[in-house]
T-cell receptor, first 113, second 113 residues
């Protein structure tokens, strides 16, 4: 059972276009993270959102956590070829001393020059 | 560079064999997580160690085991390998148990023939 569904699975766009990718779940998470993974490398954390309705901006990237803390979106403005990669969302559930993350399968983004 | 190292980078072996994957966390990090990434399942949490002790288990098969040594490096042992075990294996480290930022290594690509 995949707790986090990401869409679209694949996205190919031209440089300069805007895009939004989604991360949806029927479960409530205490926080949600977005990672970017490039070929041959491990995922790199982009942002952590904690509060329902929270919006965080990282240069051209805007992350939003749903009010019910079940979903999130990532919007990229004026995409560049350097944005190419696999975007993963990961949800964390509170409780206990460990921090176990549940990952979605990711959105593979290709930005063509 | 996340500061997490993994060896080997690539590993090709046959069904029924046993392999050991090694991970060295970032300097000072006490917690190590192991993940398996495949095309159909995405990034799946396997097991977590904190300061030498097992802290949490995820979707880890009985044929797989792990340990964390006094110098904090960790090893993931995979035995009786099957074709379906072919995947990328990542470790990630965090400075303490409940830290919400995981730093991923570059991964080991395991191919079982």
């Amino acid at each position: 059972t995949q707790l986090l569904e990401q869409s679209p699975q694949f996205l190919s766009i031209q440089e300069g276009e805007n895009l939004t990718v989604y991360c949806n779940s029927s479960s409530v998470f205490s926080s949600l993270q977005w990672y970017r993974q490039e070929p041959g490398e491990g995922p790199v954390l982009l942002v952590t959102v904690v509060t329902g309705g929270e919006v965080k901006k990282l240069k051209r990237l805007t992350f939003q956590f749903g009010d019910a803390r079940k979903d999130s979106s990532l919007h990229i403005t004026a995409a560049q070829p350097g944005d190419t990669g696999l975007y993963l969302c990961a949800g964390a559930k509170s409780g206990g001393s460990n921090y176990k993350l549940t990952f979605g399968k990711g959105t593979l983004l290709t930005v063509n020059p | 560079d996340s500061g997490v190292t993994q060896t080997p980078k690539h590993l090709i072996t046959a069904t029924g064999q046993r392999v050991t994957l090694r991970c060295s966390p970032r300097s000072g990090d006490l917690s190590v997580y192991w993940y398996q990434q495949s095309l159909d399942q995405g990034l799946q949490f396997l097991i977590q160690y904190y300061n030498g002790e097992e802290r949490a288990k995820g979707n880890i098969l009985e044929r797989f085991s792990a340990q964390q040594f006094p110098d904090l490096h960790s090893e993931l042992n995979l035995s009786s390998l099957e074709l379906g075990d072919s995947a990328l294996y990542f470790c990630a480290s965090t400075p303490w148990d409940g830290s919400n930022e995981q730093f991923f290594g570059p991964g080991t690509r395991l191919t079982v023939l």
